[in-house]
């Protein structure tokens, strides 16, 4: 029997928000989101499943990139909002961008202006101050920190004007425990921090009993072949070297057990990563996707699927969705990666390519019963957790919050006039 990795503490919102917060209003209430880009990611996700499944009679939404519609903004269409893009890609383009950002928000004059990730962040404090609105501002923190010197030097900038200004927005949104922590600690205001961990749709991802046929047939695989899977794109953050050298080591790799890599980046072309697959004699053996958009019909037939992110990570969409669909998971440490797997999956420390060798082992070598035992449990804790249906009603409730605070005081944002 294997030992799995065991976390007793569960998600609880820093604060209780109450459904009874909720103003009635006759006419739905404008939340204008603001994001750095809409290329798939885990915070532009997020932002799609909330946006379509808000409760359109009290809530209608808009949203503004930073950069282009990428590969989100036609799904975006699909549910009835069609995105702004700023293409505030360089110094004056970005100076360009703050004109049309406030005049995107005079026009809309929203009810609540949400950023996303730091840079949409501070763009939605700075657009309501050139607007002149004053209605509450909310930022959404997506990451959690390996320290600031890790990230890009605009990114790590950005991170300790987040610590100057966090006393602006009316909330703080952290999407695990450990960002809302390691932020503080930076010096982001606590009073304004709450979590709303990631929501997966259990009607999107679920068991499908095709999937393992049609997967390998898609590879030229028999059905014997175990395959160990990994959402992610190609950036040095998702681990992607520890786990090919793990999965290099493997007694039965290339023989019973092939490995599969989807996201962006994870292409042929790509030649960082293809020469580090031919450098260790993995060719034929790795089978790169790149980004695809029929997740659903190919997570279910993994037996394994893995995070191996080494920093940064919040908590990680690709694992969530894998749970639904009652795949075992091996994650790093990093952000509450472990929160979310909790006693479903191992848990195994950053960097560790012996670790995540020995925990891959492990749930490989177990009989097929209690893989399913494991993959059935792992479903049950998204569904109890981590739905979709909660996410979103949370995210219902705060709205709720800031809007009936700022009817009764005026200016619960706290922007500037």
Not at 49 to 77: N, Q, W
Not at 187 to 196: E, P
Request: proline fraction near 5%; hydrophobic fraction near 40%; include cysteine.
């Amino acid at each position: 029997m294997v030992s799995v990795a065991s976390r007793t503490n569960w998600y609880r919102p820093i604060r209780d928000l109450r459904s009874a917060d909720i103003p009635s209003a006759a006419a739905p209430s404008t939340v204008l989101h603001i994001i750095t880009g809409l290329q798939t990611g885990g915070a532009e996700t997020v932002l799609l499943r909330l946006i379509s499944r808000l409760d359109t009679s009290r809530f209608r939404c808009h949203v503004v990139s930073l950069m282009d519609e990428g590969t989100l903004g036609p799904a975006l269409k699909a549910v009835g909002v069609d995105p702004d893009a700023l293409d505030a890609t360089s110094g004056l383009r970005a100076v360009r961008g703050l004109w049309r950002l406030r005049r995107i928000l005079r026009r809309y004059r929203p009810s609540v202006v949400q950023g996303w990730m730091y840079h949409g962040n501070l763009a939605a404090t700075v657009g309501v101050w050139l607007a002149r609105l004053r209605c509450p501002v909310l930022w959404n923190v997506r990451q959690s920190l390996a320290g600031v010197n890790a990230d890009k030097p605009l990114t790590a900038l950005l991170i300790r004007l987040g610590a100057f200004w966090s006393r602006r927005p009316a909330r703080i949104i952290y999407n695990s425990k450990a960002s809302a922590a390691q932020h503080e600690q930076l010096g982001y205001a606590c009073d304004r921090a709450m979590v709303i961990p990631n929501g997966f749709d259990l009607g999107q991802f679920r068991p499908l009993p095709g999937a393992r046929v049609y997967l390998r047939q898609l590879l030229g695989l028999t059905e014997e072949v175990q395959i160990i899977g990994q959402v992610a794109r190609f950036h040095p953050m998702k681990g992607h070297a520890v786990h090919l050298d793990a999965i290099g080591e493997l007694p039965e790799f290339g023989r019973q057990v092939h490995c599969v890599l989807i996201g962006r980046g994870m292409i042929a072309s790509n030649n960082a990563l293809t020469t580090r697959i031919r450098r260790l004699g993995l060719d034929g053996r790795i089978h790169l996707l790149g980004e695809r958009g029929d997740l659903e019909n190919l997570v279910p037939g993994f037996d394994i699927a893995v995070s191996s992110s080494t920093r940064n990570e919040g908590v990680p969409n690709a694992i969530g969705e894998a749970m639904a669909c009652e795949v075992p998971c091996v994650v790093t440490d990093v952000g509450d990666a472990a929160i979310l797997v909790g006693d479903t999956g191992i848990v195994v420390q950053p960097g560790d390519v012996q670790a995540l060798k020995g925990a891959l082992e492990r749930l490989l070598s177990l009989p097929a019963e209690a893989r399913r035992s494991l993959g059935h449990r792992a479903r049950q804790r998204i569904a109890e957790r981590f739905s979709l249906e909660h996410m979103v009603e949370e995210y219902q409730n705060l709205y709720g919050e800031v809007l009936r605070a700022g009817s009764s005081h005026g200016d619960s944002g706290r922007n500037p006039s």
